[in-house]
Nanobody
């Protein structure tokens, strides 16, 4: 069974940096894309960044120029480098991996989330 575990969250002052990492386990046939999402209290979960299996990255306008998504296939991880953090970035951050199973059916896998808190 596929599992995703996020790490690297914590408390940081505005202007600081954090690096989130998502490690996967279990068998996955073919990964199509990976992403990071976040959810602040009282708000909908929103897309932060995605990266395709070919390495193409996309970002929400609110984080462009500040966040960088990357993946390491050998380590089976996807990371999110967050620089110049703002209080508005405070949220629970979730890792998502989309993949085909061995029956060629697409499925989204989610981690449990990691808290990021940015103080003013």
């Amino acid at each position: 069974q596929v599992q995703l575990v996020e790490s690297g969250g914590g408390l940081v002052q505005a202007g600081g940096s954090l690096r989130l990492s998502c490690a996967r386990s279990g068998s996955i046939f073919t990964i199509t894309d990976m992403g990071w999402y976040r959810q602040a209290p009282g708000k909908q979960r929103e897309l932060v960044a995605t990266i395709t299996s070919g390495g193409t990255a996309n970002y929400a306008d609110s984080v462009k120029g500040r966040f960088t998504i990357s993946r390491d296939n050998a380590k089976k991880t996807v990371s999110l480098q967050m620089d110049s953090l703002k209080p508005e970035d405070t949220a629970v951050y979730y890792c998502r991996v989309s993949a085909l199973n061995y029956s060629y059916q697409k499925h989204d896998y989610w981690g449990q989330g990691t808290q990021v808190t940015v103080s003013a």
